[in-house]
T-cell receptor, first 112, second 111 residues
Framework: KAGVTQTPRYLIKTRGQQVTLSCSPI?????VSWYQQTPGQGLQFLFE???????NKGNFPGRFSGRQFSNSRSEMNVSTLELGDSALYLC???????????FGSGTRLTVV | SQQGEEDPQALSIQEGENATMNCSYK?????LQWYRQNSGRGLVHLIL?????REKHSGRLRVTLDTSKKSSSLLITASRAADTASYFC???????????FGKGTKLTVNP
């Protein structure tokens, strides 16, 4: 079966712009989470959605937002990009609470 | 902030040797998971151990959990060059499904 699909794979944006990243979870998975990975801070939780509702949110500024659609696909948006937003953004989906997550290959965002 | 601390940060071994990575954490957990990441790509789930379990095996992987010491270890036996990757522990706490990751151990297996 298809894995978690993230688009685009690579993105270059200019400071001040906004960006939208997309994630399609494994079919049947209703939980979708987003993580930011940087060399300095490592892997940090952004938010988690379940059945279109945000269940958890990490410690990121309001410039970072997300949503989930009825088909479980999710998007995250970052507005007013800063250089420090350059990172690998990973999406993960899960079928049930106490099982491991399946991650996508990520979107590498570079802000110049 | 990172809840998990992994040790060592980097490990270099020869093919066929065993690799052991350790993870310590600060507060109570629901479960602890180990993930592998190749060259900055997506993470691959390896194994999950629940807080009431002490040891789990999956192929060449063995994970232990000591909740009294708040620590876990991942053992990869008979390592192969293809095992070269970064390994992360991650844990969930309370009613939250968010994963809190350690900084990872970079494993290099030399042919």
């Amino acid at each position: 079966k298809a894995g978690v699909t993230q688009t685009p794979r690579y993105l270059i944006k200019t400071r001040g712009q906004q960006v939208t990243l997309s994630c399609s979870p494994i079919s049947g998975h209703r939980s979708v989470s987003w993580y930011q990975q940087t060399p300095g801070q490592g892997l940090q939780f952004l938010f988690e959605y379940f059945s279109e509702t945000q269940r958890n949110k990490g410690n990121f500024p309001g410039r970072f937002s997300g949503r989930q659609f009825s088909n479980s696909r999710s998007e995250m948006n970052v507005s007013t990009l800063e250089l420090g937003d350059s990172a690998l953004y990973l999406c993960a989906s899960s079928l049930e609470r106490v099982v491991g997550y399946t991650f996508g290959s990520g979107t590498r965002l570079t802000v110049v | 902030s990172q809840q998990g601390e992994e040790d060592p940060q980097a490990l270099s071994i020869q093919e066929g040797e065993n690799a052991t990575m350790n993870c310590s954490y600060k507060t109570s957990i629901n479960n602890l998971q180990w993930y592998r990441q190749n060259s900055g790509r997506g993470l691959v789930h390896l194994i999950l151990i629940r807080s009431n379990e002490r040891e789990k095996h999956s192929g060449r992987l063995r994970v232990t959990l000591d909740t009294s010491k708040k620590s876990s270890s991942l053992l990869i036996t008979a390592s192969r060059a293809a095992d070269t990757a970064s390994y992360f522990c991650a844990m969930t706490q309370g009613g939250s499904e968010k994963l809190v990751f350690g900084k990872g151990t970079k494993l290099t297996v030399n042919p």
